[in-house]
T-cell receptor, first 114, second 117 residues
Framework: GAVVSQHPSWVICKSGTSVKIECRSL??????MFWYRQFPKQSLMLMAT?????????EQGVEKDKFLINHASLTLSTLTVTSAHPEDSSFYIC??????????FGEGSRLTVL | AQSVAQPEDQVNVAEGNPLTVKCTYS??????LFWYVQYPNRGLQFLLK??????LVKGSYGFEAEFNKSQTSFHLKKPSALVSDSALYFC???????????????FGKGTKLSVKP
């Protein structure tokens, strides 16, 4: 079946630094990918829709300058958390729809900002 | 606005017993409903979906869900629970601006299922 890979799975960084998280569709092409954020014991919140070849679409309340999204190719989207602060610590999950429209999720990336 | 509600934070079941994880929804138009499972520090795995057709939907790992339009519910069920079913379960509905895919999903808060031996 279709697979979506996220890297890194875990990342710890110092406050003020930037962190990049990659989301790859391994055996299918995805013109659209989605980035979610999950707080402990809470649900997933859609942050933004990543569009290949164009700007990402951000959900209301999500700072686009804080969470930079680049959809470099049909199989890769990246989320960069810029100038990270402890409140940015969270579990970030990406997903991509297959050609049939079924959504596949990455394994998630846990960010801890010290 | 599209929304789903999972009224239970946690469900405890003994292994071998039937389990039910509840979900109710509120949508504009026809509901496109989904169930996902999440194991600790992992992404979400698709279990099943209701788009149209039979109200009883069968999915992965022996799970099924029943779409009930009059009660606006989509409860997840399994006849005989396994310890390995212990995980976090999310009900989801497709958002209005879905762009033709499942992408814009609105998730419930999740229900933690604990199956004891």
């Amino acid at each position: 079946g279709a697979v979506v890979s996220q890297h890194p799975s875990w990342v710890i960084c110092k406050s003020g630094t930037s962190v990049k998280i990659e989301c790859r569709s391994l055996d299918f092409q995805a013109t659209t990918m989605f980035w979610y954020r999950q707080f402990p014991k809470q649900s997933l919140m859609l942050m933004a829709t990543s569009n290949e070849g164009s700007k990402a679409t951000y959900e209301q309340g999500v700072e686009k300058d804080k969470f930079l999204i680049n959809h470099a190719s049909l199989t890769l989207s990246t989320l960069t958390v810029t100038s990270a602060h402890p409140e940015d610590s969270s579990f970030y999950i990406c997903s991509a729809p297959s050609r049939a429209g079924e959504l596949f999720f990455g394994e998630g990336s846990r960010l801890t900002v010290l | 606005a599209q929304s789903v509600a999972q009224p239970e934070d946690q469900v405890n079941v003994a292994e071998g017993n039937p389990l039910t994880v509840k979900c109710t929804y509120s949508v504009s138009g026809n509901p496109y409903l989904f169930w996902y499972v999440q194991y600790p520090n992992r992404g979400l795995q698709f279990l099943l979906k209701y788009i149209t057709g039979d109200n009883l939907v069968k999915g992965s790992y022996g799970f099924e869900a029943e779409f009930n339009k009059s009660q606006t519910s989509f409860h997840l069920k399994k006849p005989s629970a396994l310890v390995s079913d212990s995980a976090l379960y999310f009900c989801a509905v497709r958002g209005l601006n879905y762009g033709g895919s499942q992408g814009n999903l609105i998730f419930g808060k999740g229900t933690k299922l604990s199956v004891k031996p």
